[in-house]
């Protein structure tokens, strides 16, 4: 019997747990321990405090998962695409009859509220409906030779796949990355960050129970030096996605290009939502609130900076903050509309780009200090802050700070606006709220970016390519660009006669 998300969170606040949970690795379509016997906590950042065990991943553990994918690589990758597409189909099915208790536990792993976690795992579920779809839509392509010639291409799977999953959206980004890969025929091993292990391990097991044959999807938890270094170093692995830092991120291109592996980069950012004098305020007021302070602002694509026209900047900035006041703290499982970060680490890194902007005499309008849980006076909590008038080169502006902390950048006209977007070092996303459609799109054209929302924040699903440029990345995620990620295209030209 499917038990309610209200049952599991009743269990967790009376038991400070929640009962089988995983702890194991899952490799070769079966829960292994760790080679070393060794195993690590998880934290509910909601308290602050550890509530599960599980296992601490090795460069044998990574040995057996690459051995474990390479055994399938070759039956999975022939395998008739409608057939790899109707376990994925399975697949989503069985994460939505089981979204409860995904949800809880996403929720209690990486501290975001319920109502978000809920969202995620029907991301999750989306992706893998997606992809089912997109198994049989792969196809090449013919070539104009001439008469006596028939030329033509055919995508293949790239091999076996590593997946290093972030800490902020861990069911979602390893649903983003594994399902696309499936459906192109490639085998997975998957290594999710070390404070939020859990919900990958489920999907796994998801997988494996939806009919995806051993071996295919395998998953190894432990820290990044452990067990995520040896997985981008090895060398049957013949492609990298990566989510994280731009300097993490650097560290794997290298050590992928030993190897002459195939890397995708999706990093950091410090996005911009443009406001024009014609946008209508309401609305923009919630999307930048939706866009900054979503997950407590630890989004890679959050909306970090307002840049908005002086005429209306007074205004508009007194709609945020009347906003951000009435945002209920508290933990992820209470009903909270904005929960804790990930962990006291990221906590002091907020904390210290906070300090370090008010040492240097910036203006801040909101928030701008640690918390704790109201209810309790536990957790990893920052208020939801707002930095005002901040210069084009401030750190503030320039740094991507992974927090709740929102800065705002006036500008005189469209050319300073298109300036200001453009003024970091970063590309991820942008937003635009106007009532000018010829503007809209103006910036939209030249604003440097991998993807662009106008008058909704976040707007699109699983359809829209994501990516960045600069120093956020390259590659695409999401869309049918993601399966063509995890190919490689075989040409064949022949004479006939």
């Known amino acids: 019997m499917t038990r309610s998300a209200a049952s599991y969170i009743e269990e967790y606040f009376s038991s400070g747990t929640i009962a089988d949970l995983p702890r194991d ?8 321990a760790p080679a070393s016997g060794q195993t690590m906590e998880t934290f509910d950042p909601g308290k602050g405090r550890a509530y599960h065990r599980f296992a601490a991943g090795n460069a044998e553990d990574i040995e057996r998962a690459v051995q474990a994918a390479a055994s399938v690589e070759r039956e999975w990758g022939q395998m008739k695409p409608s057939a790899r597409g109707a376990i994925l189909a399975r697949a989503a099915q069985l994460i939505r009859e089981e979204s409860a208790y995904l949800a809880v536990v996403e929720s209690l792993d990486s501290g975001k509220p319920l109502g978000e976690a809920e969202g995620d795992v029907g991301g999750a579920a989306r992706a893998f409906e997606y992809y089912a779809a997109a198994a049989n839509a792969l196809q090449g392509e013919s070539f104009p030779l001439g008469h006596e010639y028939l030329g033509y291409s055919h995508p293949e799977p790239v091999g076996i796949t590593a997946h290093i999953i972030p800490w902020n959206f861990p069911l979602s980004t390893a ?31 998801i997988l494996f129970r939806a009919g995806l044959p051993a071996g295919v999807c395998n998953v190894v ?9 040896p997985l981008v170093k090895h060398r049957a692995v013949r492609h990298v996605t990566f989510t994280g830092s731009v300097p993490t991120g650097i560290n794997v291109m290298r050590e992928a290009a030993e190897n002459v ?22 609305a923009a007021a919630d999307g930048v609130i939706g866009a900054i302070y979503e997950n407590a602002g630890q989004i890679c694509s959050a ?50 780009h906070v300090d370090r902007a008010r040492e240097r005499g910036l203006s801040i309008v909101a928030g701008g200090n640690r918390a ?79 993807q662009v929302f106008i008058n909704e924040y976040f707007a699109g699903g699983i359809e829209v390519p994501f990516g960045g440029n600069k120093h956020s990345g390259f590659g695409r995620e999401k869309g049918l660009e993601a399966v063509k990620a995890y190919c490689r295209i075989k040409s064949v030209a022949a004479r006939i006669g």
């Open 25 to 32: 690795h899952f490799i070769g379509g079966a829960w292994v």
């Open 175 to 205: 649903a983003r990355g594994i399902a696309p890969a499936l459906a192109a025929g490639c085998t997975v091993v998957a290594k999710p960050a070390e404070t939020t292990p859990l919900t990958a391990l489920l999907l796994a097991d």
């Open 221 to 229: 938890t432990g820290t990044g030096p452990q067990a995520g270094a």
């Open 261 to 282: 592996t195939r890397v995708l980069l999706e990093l950091g950012g410090k996005s911009p939502v443009v406001v024009l004098a014609d946008a209508d305020l309401e």
């Open 303 to 352: 909306g970090s900076r307002l840049v908005v026209d002086r005429k209306i900047h007074a205004a508009l900035v007194e709609r945020i903050v009347a906003k951000v006041k009435k945002l209920e703290l508290g933990h992820g499982l209470k009903g909270s509309q904005f929960g804790p970060v990930n962990s006291g680490l990221q906590l002091d890194r907020i904390a210290g």
């Open 372 to 450: 704790t849980d109201p209810a309790t006076g536990e957790g990893w909590f920052f208020e939801p802050t707002i930095i005002d008038n901040v210069p084009a080169d401030d750190p503030a502006a320039q740094e991507e700070i992974f927090g709740p902390v929102l800065v705002v950048q006036p500008f005189d006209d469209e050319a300073e606006a298109l300036a200001l977007a453009n003024g970091t070092e970063f590309g991820l996303v942008a937003g635009i709220y106007t009532s000018d459609f010829s503007a809209a799109h103006r910036l939209a054209r030249d604003i440097d970016a991998g």
